[in-house]
């Protein structure tokens, strides 16, 4: 079997955990024996880390696979894909990786199984260098459920860094076929929302700190919007640990979203936490792109497994970027084409991500 498995090198590009989703997802919808060698090697601490581990064990287990070299630290894994099946499976870091990067790394899977699933993730929910759980619900759904597929996420408790002890549940029907998508007209600015969130040991005033900060920062580039975010505090059953953070939704005329998101951590002021958000959202609504760069990268794989031309315009395109669409080229035979786009005011990055999708049919149902 060896001479077929396709071969991956988990040290270019981006380097990390992503080329390990995009990838071991693939291999999963397509049935495609797979090894990922130097995974992780750019990184401070190389190989498998326990969010990246749970994401392949729950990957194995949607589908009765084999996956050899399956422990922490590992810099090398093969795996072989059964027929993924759908039913309800639990995946916990145990730590506070981020449950929105093992959602990252199942949906694709669950999207072509044979039948409905419910996914128990657990971790963080709001964690450094991935989505939070909000931005998931609030923009990434919204707009991922345009490639022809629903799903619910209802978040359980919400677990933070260091310990995590978050838990969404996820539960997802399958389909034929995904449809393309085309995310091209930016259209303009409706309305601006959002919610600052304390938790624990933390007060409500720090929320509202957040917000008004990011209000007045957001007012100084847009004066004439209803601008509405929410300071909260999250209620103690609800809520695993202390935490804080904050997200911020741009919604345009067109149906297009994009955010600004910032967390608070011990030592760094309310009022920066806010400010940093707005900056984000603002510089992500300053390209005039209608996905912003959170976004981007994470269309990719579906793009490349939709049936049909599906079309994105988007500002700079980032590293985890380019990153998907190796991979997704090297293992689908999607063909992406990115091009800047001539319409734009030339001082402008924007750019046009075009993909001929592969137009996977599921061969479960």
Excluded: W
């Excluded at 040290?11 to 390990?20: A, D, N, R, S």
């Excluded at 995946?91 to 072509?112: E, Y």
């Excluded at 929910?125 to 619900?137: F, G, H, K, L, S």
């Excluded at 958000?277 to 996905?291: C, F, I, P, S």
Aim: hydrophobic share 35%; charged share 20%.
């Amino acid at each position: 079997m060896d001479g077929d498995r396709v071969e991956i090198d988990g040290g270019i590009m981006e380097g990390g955990g992503q080329i390990l989703r995009v990838s071991t997802a693939l291999s999963c919808v397509l049935g495609l024996p797979l090894r990922v060698r130097r995974i992780r090697a750019g990184r401070s601490q190389p190989g498998l880390r326990p969010q990246h581990l749970s994401g392949l064990e729950i990957v194995r287990d949607l589908c009765d696979g084999k996956l050899n070299g399956g422990e922490i630290g590992s810099t090398e894994i093969t795996f072989t894909p059964g027929k993924i099946k759908g039913g309800t499976h639990i995946a916990d870091t145990k730590t506070a990786g981020s449950v929105c990067l093992l959602m990252q790394v199942a949906m694709p899977c669950v999207l072509f199984a044979a039948s409905p699933s419910e996914l128990h993730l657990k971790g963080g929910t709001n964690a450094e260098m991935a989505p939070q759980i909000d931005y998931t619900v609030m923009v990434f759904k919204p707009i991922v459920e345009k490639f022809n597929f629903t799903f619910d996420c209802d978040i359980k408790r919400r677990g933070y860094y260091p310990q995590g002890g978050g838990e969404v549940v996820v539960q997802m029907s399958p389909v034929k076929e995904l449809s393309p998508i085309n995310l091209t007209e930016r259209g303009t600015v409706t309305k601006i929302y959002g919610r600052a969130f304390v938790a624990g040991a933390l007060p409500i005033k720090l929320a509202k700190d957040m917000s008004a900060a990011a209000v007045r920062c957001i007012r100084r580039e847009i004066r004439d919007l209803y601008i509405n975010i929410q300071p909260v505090r999250e209620p103690d059953d609800k809520a695993v640990g202390t935490g804080s953070g904050i997200i911020i939704v741009a919604e345009t005329s067109t149906g297009c979203l994009l955010a600004g998101s910032s967390l608070g951590k011990r030592g760094k002021n309310s009022d920066k936490v806010g400010i940093e958000a707005a900056e984000r959202l603002l510089q992500n609504l300053k390209h005039g792109g209608t996905v912003d760069d959170s976004l981007q990268d994470q269309l990719i794989i579906f793009m490349a497994l939709a049936k049909g031309v599906s079309r994105v315009k988007s500002g700079p395109i980032t590293l985890h970027t380019q990153t998907a669409i190796h991979f997704a080229e090297q293992l689908t035979k999607a063909k992406f084409n990115v091009t800047k786009s001539e319409e734009e005011n030339p001082s402008n990055d924007t750019y046009i991500i075009e993909c001929q999708g592969m137009g996977m049919i599921n061969p479960n149902l």
